[in-house]
């Protein structure tokens, strides 16, 4: 069989334990590796930087032929910009230049990836965090305090839009957009908006801490990046 490799943070590891614990990529006659390429807590900029050898090991991991590659980060470098900082007073010039270094750095880590695999790769997009839990949860003297949930969540979507610039910026990288996702399926009554609801946070029900959804939340996540992707077969979508 051949190899999906995940790379990048926690999102991604648990993607790829979602793909291995659900026969995920059956479909695609694959099986998932991640438990060398997924670092807990891993920024953009610490790939990019190769902190620990985190680039080292994914480099190693692509070279090796593989059939999909699918990656997840850029998430902690927002948390971190947020919990450092009062972004609710911010100036847009500065919340544009700290989303480019993000972005900045995405590219370098996706086009050494390009430069080591021809494999696809899928950049699994992030669903809304709820944060409330963030706060009570991680840092109960952050700065996150003093962002409310509609504005907390619009910035995750502008972020967003920084990364689906960096995948645009690399041959052969899908970028998926899975905001509200898990709204949705929580309740679709309630969010009907197409994306979700940015001024409602994803419900505790799919994502207990605050940023890490349930299993199921995970697997219905991978799910929508393929097909999105279109890489499932027609009678799984």
């Known amino acids: 069989m051949e190899r999906v490799v995940f790379i990048g943070d926690s999102w991604g590891r648990y993607l ?34 190769n902190y620990d050898s985190y680039m080292d090991c994914a480099v190693k991991a692509v070279k090796t032929p593989c059939r999909l590659i699918i990656f997840s980060l850029g998430g902690n470098d927002f948390y971190n910009l947020a919990h450092f900082n009062d972004l609710s007073a911010a100036e847009e ?78 041959s052969g990288v899908f970028c998926s957009v899975n905001w509200g996702l898990l709204q949705h399926n929580a309740d679709p009554e309630r969010y009907p908006l197409r994306g979700g609801n940015p001024n409602e946070p994803t419900p505790v029900s799919w994502i207990p801490d605050g940023m890490h959804p349930t299993k199921e939340g995970y697997r219905i996540l991978l799910l929508s990046t393929l097909k999105q992707a279109g890489l499932l077969p027609e009678k799984q979508r």
């Open 93 to 170: 010039r500065f919340i544009d230049e700290s989303f480019t270094k993000i972005r900045n750095n995405l590219i370098t880590v996706l086009r050494e990836l390009r430069e080591n695999s021809p494999a696809p790769i899928l950049f699994s997009g992030y669903d809304y965090f709820n944060i409330d839990k963030l706060v009570d949860l991680f840092t109960p003297d952050s700065r996150l305090r003093k962002l409310e949930t509609p504005l907390f969540n619009r910035l995750m979507m502008k972020e967003g839009r920084f990364a689906a610039e960096a995948a645009a910026a690399v």
């Open 16 to 49: 790829g334990e979602a793909a291995e614990n659900g026969n995920l990529l059956q479909p695609l006659n694959a099986v998932a590796d991640w438990r060398k390429t997924t670092f807990i807590g891993s920024t953009a900029s610490k790939f990019a930087r």
